[in-house]
């Protein structure tokens, strides 16, 4: 489904709360899980007598390449889950988990005398400090340090480019081929893997000599620094779990590619860099994990949730804590929105399958339903609950929210058509709506879909300055707007649906435990 964007001025604008406890707490162990490994090795490097050597040749091979299988699977399962939940963030992220096997695949079957190159003696390793290799055209020599530095290079541009928004457009040409891509990627890193094993095309990739290290050193430095900086701002926002576990990440790649490039082989501060190896990945998974399961749900339910197909189950149990969190704090601040978003989900999926739409469709829809009043958070609570007729100013705040909304909704990961959701589902079909005026076809379905859903809920629900219309009146009032607010084909199949209307206005769905409540106004 195709989104028709107007560039936002403040497209990747990050939103930041106040600094809170839950920051300060976040700051300690993360200080200390980034910190303390770089205490570690700095003495490990400073003091050589400390820094003893520990050879297990064929320990490290077994060891490095059940890693790279482990890898190959869980980025499989993460692009998966990433596509199924419509979530950019994670699909990117499986990208850079799949990168991680390059760096070992190539470092387990390169291992010294126990690898296919084997040949190239238990001193000849990865090209590090101090090392010389016995053959100048020793695989291993070359092969494991294009493989270490190349593999980290382009996990690092994974992860930051996973931390943009899908309306950057780097993260859109790469999502347009995002269904192909986990499987395409985990290809073309075999081929990578193969092609370091020839001497001179390694040299290419990852040159040996120390200038060509240390640029690619510092190019890799730079982007995991970017994008643990990008990932701990998105956090202090949304405080999503796989947020953070990106940061840890990030933080010990660098730190990874500091030994890799700096230290001697088979010393402890080289085990130290394939801890901090694992832990990227161990990290990357835990978070995805935790993002997806709730403290209430077994794990094993959680999992399955991500397999769901059935959108009404992705809504009742399918979305993460941090959305429902997010849910309810726009509920708490604006109590008569309590139970709304919910409602008008389920209605705009009830229409959208009545109008065809590809179970693609219905999950985003899904998706941006649930968060289409997002942007109420920076409205005042005061225009919000006004009881009456608002005043020019009041309005022109309220007519914000779906820019705001769209804001702080793209800081999620939500992919195009969600975003044209919580974007656009105030836009008018004669042209007359908000924010981008925009008319006709050029308002995605989706969000035409929600906006029946939107005012249907709103008009049937009770407000402080009226009762709430039957389900009859509210269903006349949107035949005689179709064609001037709505689109005349969506209204036709509501209608289809819904008249004779005997459902009564208590008696609409809740979900998550919440009791239907008085809704948002018409026009809010």
């Avoid at 840890?248 to 394939?274: D, E, M, P």
């Avoid at 604006?334 to 219905?362: I, K, N």
Wanted: one cysteine or more; hydrophobic letters at 50%.
């Amino acid at each position: 489904m195709t989104s028709h964007s107007k560039p936002s001025p403040h497209h990747d604008l990050i939103l930041v709360p106040v600094k809170d406890a839950a920051i300060r707490r976040a700051r300690q162990p993360l200080a200390l899980g980034v910190g303390g490994p770089a205490l570690l090795l700095a003495v490990l490097l400073a003091v050589p007598v400390l820094n003893a050597r520990l050879e297990l040749l064929t320990f490290h091979m077994l060891l490095v390449l059940a890693a790279a299988a482990f890898t190959a699977v869980v980025t499989v399962w993460m692009g998966l889950v990433g596509l199924r939940q419509r979530n950019a963030e994670v699909v990117l992220l499986s990208l850079a988990f799949g990168s991680l096997g390059l760096v070992y695949g190539v470092h387990g079957l390169g291992t010294p005398e126990v690898g296919v190159m084997g040949h190239a003696g238990a001193n000849v390793h990865a090209g590090m400090a101090g090392m010389e290799p016995a053959d100048a055209a020793s695989y291993a020599f070359i092969a494991l340090p294009a493989a270490a530095q190349l593999g980290a290079l382009i996990t690092a541009a994974w992860l930051l480019l996973s931390s943009f928004p899908t309306t950057n457009g780097a993260v859109r040409a790469v999502l347009a081929l995002r269904n192909w891509l986990p499987a395409v990627w985990l290809l073309t890193l075999v081929g990578l893997g193969a092609l370091v094993f020839n001497p001179e095309v390694a040299e290419v990739l990852a040159p040996t000599a120390w200038t060509g290290r240390l640029v690619i050193l510092a190019l890799t430095i730079t982007l995991c620094v970017w994008a643990s900086a990008r990932y701990w701002l998105s956090w202090r926002y949304a405080r999503f779990p796989l947020q953070l576990a990106v940061v840890y990440a990030g933080s010990w790649l660098a730190l990874a590619q500091i030994v890799i490039v700096l230290n001697l082989a088979w010393t402890l501060s080289w085990w130290v860099y394939h801890v901090l190896l694992v832990g990227v990945g161990g990290a990357l998974l835990t978070g995805l994990i935790a993002q997806y399961r709730e403290k209430q749900v077994p794990l094993g339910t959680a999992v399955r949730g991500l397999w769901n197909n059935d959108p009404d189950a992705l809504l009742a149990a399918g979305i993460s804590a941090p959305v429902r969190a997010l849910i309810a704090e726009v509920e708490a601040h604006d109590p008569y929105t309590a139970g709304h978003a919910h409602r008008v989900t389920l209605y705009a999926l009830e229409l959208a399958r009545a109008l065809g739409c590809p179970p693609e469709a219905l999950r985003a829809v899904t998706q941006g339903g649930i968060l289409h009043d997002l942007g109420k958070l920076d409205v005042p609570t005061g225009v919000l609950n006004h009881p009456g007729r608002l005043t020019g100013a009041d309005w022109t705040l309220v007519r914000q929210h779906p820019a705001s909304g769209f804001e702080r909704a793209q800081r999620l990961g939500l992919l195009p058509e969600e975003l044209g959701v919580v974007r656009w589902h105030h836009e008018r079909w004669d042209g007359a709506g908000y924010p981008d005026g925009l008319h006709g076809e050029q308002i995605p379905l989706l969000a035409r879909i929600l906006a029946v859903a939107d005012v249907y809920d709103a008009l049937t629900s009770e407000r402080a300055y009226r009762q709430p219309w039957p389900a009859a009146r509210a269903n006349a009032y949107l035949q005689e707007e179709a064609g001037k607010a709505f689109d005349p084909r969506v209204v036709a199949a509501w209608v289809a649906l819904h008249e004779p209307e005997t459902t009564e206005p208590d008696a609409r769905p809740a979900l998550f435990g919440l009791v239907p409540a008085p809704a948002g106004a018409f026009g809010h």
